[in-house]
């Protein structure tokens, strides 16, 4: 099947429902899966929609803590009959309700929220932890025959076209030489960041601080990634960054791919 999978950093679930700007999405795009992430709410706080849609099977993964974090599933109904849902990865306390899956045949799915890691020492060191983690896990998937996707806010520009200002934030989270690395150590382990590889020398970001009002002046970064094992490249039709989509801080991006 040729599926439309959309990625969204909502940056509080709530908030983008009573936008007006999730149904809108859903209206316009219909996709067949929808990874959220930063929801912010435990379920027994979402609406009666949100958790009975009339068209998905809405699926949640809560931070412990209130008000942080935390990401979901959203599956068109009908579309997958056998299916399991993970939440976290194995030797990963997901605490924080980071890490959402779909399996289904030898597919693997994910919708990831990666650590800031800009609050402390402590978080800066976690976040590398969860990086390097998540690499070790996808490989494991990778040598156990399964075909595996990610999507998500990874919280790092790779390289200097991905930030509007790439020399004012050599020093500043999100653009650290440790963090880029990673996603070059991902690269040359055969991950391909699909939009990069189809278009690899536009100009385009998914995230903009709302305080200065970036976004009208597109003072971005380019955060939100769709990742593939190589092998899968080939089945990608197309990416699209959704710029125009308003109610959180950073924009959907949408990937068609033969599944």
């Known amino acids: 099947m040729q599926a439309k999978i959309i990625s969204w950093n909502v940056n509080g679930l709530r908030a983008v429902e009573k936008k007006g ?20 709410a435990k379920p027994e706080q979402l609406s009666p929609w949100l958790l009975e849609n009339p068209q998905y099977e809405t699926y949640y993964h809560s931070a412990e803590r209130p008000g942080y974090s935390g990401t979901a599933l959203w599956v068109k ?3 997958i009959e056998q299916k399991e849902i993970l939440r976290g990865m194995p030797g990963w306390r997901d605490h924080e309700g980071r890490v959402m899956g779909l399996a289904f045949k030898d597919y693997m799915l994910y919708g990831v929220y990666f650590p800031n890691g800009g609050k402390s020492p402590e ?29 998500g806010d990874l919280n790092v520009a790779h390289q200097e076209i991905d930030l509007a200002r790439p020399k004012e934030n050599e020093n500043t989270i999100g653009f650290l030489p440790e963090e880029r690395a ?18 690899p020398d536009k100009v385009s970001y998914t995230w903009w601080q ?39 801080d950073h924009c959907p991006i949408l990937l068609v791919i033969d599944l």
């Not at 690269?187 to 699909?194: F, R, S, Y």
């Open 182 to 199: 990673w996603v070059t150590r991902l690269i040359e382990d055969n991950w391909i960041d699909v939009f990069r590889a189809l278009y």
């Open 123 to 151: 978080a800066w060191r976690e976040k590398l932890q969860f990086y390097d983690h998540f690499h070790r896990y996808i490989h494991s998937l990778r040598d156990n025959g399964k075909k595996v996707i990610f999507a």
């Open 21 to 40: 700007e999730l149904k809108k999405l859903i209206d316009e795009y219909a996709p067949d899966l929808f990874f959220i992430q930063e929801t912010k």
């Open 77 to 79: 109904k009908g579309l």
């Open 210 to 248: 709302l305080q200065t009002r970036a976004r009208e002046r597109n003072i971005g970064w380019r955060i939100d990634y769709f990742v593939v094992d190589k092998p899968l490249l080939k089945r990608v039709k197309d990416i699209h960054h959704l710029n125009d989509h308003m109610g959180s």
